[in-house]
């Protein structure tokens, strides 16, 4: 017999947090502990014998051991035949868009997303489902109450074949296609974006620096930006994926891509730079000297997305996350269309693509995509904003600058306060709940309560219903903060305090974010008691 039944015991609290279940490798590596959470998924699906899984991760460490593992649970299990990228590679989106294409029936992304990777650093296993997209909360959560009562798995014990060789193999009954990483997805941009126009901007010298991170998206952007649109070699940097991101903390913001961030902001800057994480569904946004929030542009793609081959027929809807800022809000009621806002991670947006309610959506943690799959997709937005470039040849600047006068200036940043106390950070959440019945109308400063409430979410499809998603303080005149915890660190708690002020008037646009933000920025440890019960003074990270 080939298929062995190997006897277990349930590991405490596997369960997916914002985007599947992260934690330490060293925790992946217990005896069990991945075999038990990926026959947690098996057992919570049905109908799928015979049928097509996609696997493939971001080439941190752990991924070929996990994949080598997954595909014999995979064969032991019944599927009839897996897709898997070259050398266990495939993108966050990649893996979505194969999905659709050829109508698999779920997939199984390794990633642990922005995290650093490395024997001492994080892994993580995400599955997602026939749309292509993150498997939504009643799938997460059957998966979840299978870790707890497992009591066996199922394997086998033939060999895996070589990873690197691409082609048609087999493991017992199950087919195994070896496939390019990128080809799929390459062709799919290809028909969004007008890639004659980016060639001709790359002739007239346009320069552009994309950082890979020394995470997945180095292939992709070297296929893409440089062998099919001409950028000059050398474009791409850190392309290599590595095991560890070259020890690097593979999360595109303006701490982490400090790389990209010097080159973007010295003298003979390009004009354009982007960076992507770990799985390559994130983005960064960077004009020479200037650095664009994701939630302009998030607004600023879908106020030109009619300039592009793929969306010249116009968006159905645009969907953001609640803590993403209002611009977006903006240009949906310019456009005539609804503007939704969702609990923070990607599954949330499932149900409004698949019903063509929404065709762009985004995140203000560095998160865009549209209907083209049901993931974030970073290359997919630098290329979006390549082709706006193409069309508008002005800067990158100018373009934001022009969309503030038009639309007027949502002022946002994120403060995250990284790996503080667990206990702490539950006890600042619920002190400040508490407040909550006595905030509205009281004074703080220029700013008074309107409402302050503990966000929740019924999903216009089907109904489900998800509470606790942010506590948010919303302010007359539309300036609110939201405090949330995040559920994808692996390390303590992590505090996240979104800011955000509206500015209408042109002349009055032109502060760094911070200075407008800064009484709010006030406010926020006044209400919350941050520097205090967190202990410390500032935030790790400020975006
Ligand atoms: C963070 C972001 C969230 C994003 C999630 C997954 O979650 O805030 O917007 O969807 O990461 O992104 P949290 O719970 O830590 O705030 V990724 O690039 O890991 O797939
Ligand atoms: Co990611």
Not at 313 to 339: F, K
Not at 448 to 470: L, N, W
């Amino acid at each position: 017999m080939t298929v062995q039944i190997i006897t277990t015991q349930p590991f405490a609290e596997q369960r997916p947090g914002t985007s599947g279940l992260r934690k330490k490798v060293s925790v992946f590596q217990h005896p069990h502990y991945l075999e038990n959470f990926v026959q947690a998924i098996f057992n919570s699906l049905e109908d799928f014998q015979g049928k097509t899984l996609v696997v493939g991760g971001d080439g941190r460490y752990y991924n070929k051991t996990a994949i080598r593992t997954i595909l014999q649970m995979a064969a032991a299990n019944g599927f009839g035949h897996v897709l898997v990228g070259q050398h266990g590679l495939l993108s966050t989106p990649a893996v979505s868009a194969i999905i659709r294409k050829y109508q698999a029936f779920g997939g199984i992304v390794l990633s642990a997303s922005h995290n650093p990777g490395g024997p001492e650093g994080d892994f993580g296993i995400k599955y997602n489902i026939g749309n292509g997209g993150p498997a939504p909360e009643k799938v997460t959560e059957a998966i979840y109450q299978h870790t707890r009562v497992i009591k066996e798995y199922r394997i086998s014990q033939l060999p895996v074949p070589d990873l690197s060789m691409l082609g048609h193999h087999q493991l017992g009954n199950m087919g195994v296609e070896i496939i390019d990483p990128v080809a799929d997805y390459a062709q799919l941009m290809k028909q969004l974006f007008d890639f004659e126009k980016i060639k001709d901007l790359f002739k007239t010298g346009f320069t552009l620096r994309f950082d890979a991170m020394h995470a997945i998206t180095g292939p992709y952007a070297k296929t893409i930006l440089e062998q099919q649109l001409g950028a000059p070699s050398g474009t791409v940097m850190n392309g290599e994926p590595l095991e560890d991101f070259g020890q690097g903390h593979p999360d595109p913001n303006l701490t982490y891509a400090h790389d990209l961030v010097d080159i973007m902001y010295a003298e003979q800057a390009p004009q354009f730079g982007a960076a992507s994480d770990g799985d390559g569904d994130r983005n960064m946004i960077l004009g020479n000297h200037f650095f664009v929030t994701p939630s302009d542009s998030l607004a600023i793609l879908a106020a030109n997305a009619h300039l592009l081959p793929g969306y010249q027929q116009g968006l159905r809807g645009i969907a953001r996350s609640m803590p993403t800022s209002a611009a977006a809000d903006r240009v949906a009621e310019r456009l005539g269309i609804d503007c939704y806002e969702t609990p923070t991670g990607w599954k949330f947006f499932g149900n409004l693509l698949d019903a063509g309610k929404a065709t762009l959506c985004g995140e203000e943690s560095f998160g865009t995509g549209s209907d083209h799959v049901r993931e974030k997709d970073g290359l997919w937005a630098v290329l979006f904003w390549l082709n706006v470039l193409a069309c508008r040849r002005q800067s990158v600047e100018a373009i934001v600058k022009e969309h503030w006068a038009e639309y007027g200036r949502n002022y946002y940043s994120r403060h995250d306060y990284e790996a503080i106390d667990a206990g702490a950070a539950q006890q600042l959440m619920d002190r400040l709940n508490q407040q909550f019945p006595h905030l509205p109308g009281k004074k703080f400063g220029n700013y008074t309560v309107e409402t302050a409430d503990d966000f929740s979410y019924i999903d216009p499809m089907d109904h489900s219903i998800s509470t606790k998603q942010g506590l948010r303080v919303l302010f007359e005149g539309g300036s609110r903060i939201v405090f949330r915890l995040s559920g994808t660190g692996t390390e303590g708690a992590t505090l996240r305090v979104y800011l955000e002020s509206f500015e209408p008037e042109v002349s009055r646009q032109q502060l760094d974010a911070q200075v407008a933000l800064a009484e709010l920025i006030q406010i926020a440890d006044q209400l919350a008691n941050i520097q205090v019960l967190t202990g410390r003074d500032k935030p790790s990270v400020i975006t």
